[in-house]
């Protein structure tokens, strides 16, 4: 017998059977395939069909008690449902099983595909749902990223030097190690900030260093640590502010530079000893 791939299943005949006497699966089986062979025609003779693969494998089962035999037998089918219709009613002609009087009652026919309907619609939901809250950005997350690229594109030069465009104007500065450091103060709201662009100070921020109140604002590495030592003898920096242990200030996030600026030490605080 040919089984019927699983993916080619439409429709389940479930049947269920009664007989007067004993009898076994093969007699069952038996029955089934002589007793409706011609009733429909070539077209749907149950053995040609399953020759085919039209049908699977009939699915018999059995319960002997008190010397009669009941059960439940199953017929997948790939056919489309008036003719699967058709064979679950031919099986409710079979009058015999073996030796035995029978009955033989279609209980229903069930559509396999239902299950495979709902498992789709459970799935979309759950798609849609993770298409809605994470990939769809919120009109807030698509302002915050049109705020970024707005002031990021306001990044300017100061003698050569990358800064924000309050460099020239606010009473207050941030000097950071290099360009990137400027684009994530920037990214983040922070006008006032302007690179060193290189291990070297520039006379510029010397000069501005002299005019403004001054915030460093270095890695959290030895690097970072190097450049607090060498631009508080050359520069008047007035406040120290450092990324967390190992971070870059051009890596952190918003609430991450916020509070480091928050955390700033003064330049004096720095020098004792009990700071170090």
Known sequence: MVKLAQSTIKYLIKAEFSTD??????D???????????????DLD?????????????????????????????????LDSSETSLLAASLETIEKIGPCDSKIRTVTIADVRESKREFVLERAKDILQDLVENQIPSTSTLTEKIKEV????????????SCGPDIPSSDE???VE???DVLNLLKNGIRNVIAMNGAKIS????????EKVLTLFVDGDRGGELIIKEFI?????????????????????????FKALREKISVEQYRSPKTK
């Open 28 to 42: 069952i089986i038996g029955a089934i395939f002589g007793q409706t062979e011609g009733l429909l025609g070539q």
């Open 203 to 210: 006379q510029a921020i010397i000069d501005l260093s002299k």
């Open 173 to 175: 500065i941030i000097v």
């Open 46 to 78: 149950l053995r040609e069909l399953q020759r085919t693969g039209r049908i699977g494998r009939i699915e018999v089962e059995i319960n002997i008690s008190e010397g009669k035999t009941s059960g439940k037998i199953t017929i997948p089918s790939s």
């Open 233 to 257: 003898q050359l520069a008047d920096a007035d406040y120290i502010a450092r990324a967390p242990e190992e971070k870059e200030v051009e890596e952190l996030s918003k609430k991450q530079i």
């Open 150 to 161: 707005i002031r990021t594109s306001q990044a300017k030069e100061f003698e050569g030097l």
């Open 178 to 180: 290099g360009r990137a």
């Open 21 to 26: 006497g004993v009898v076994e699966k093969p």
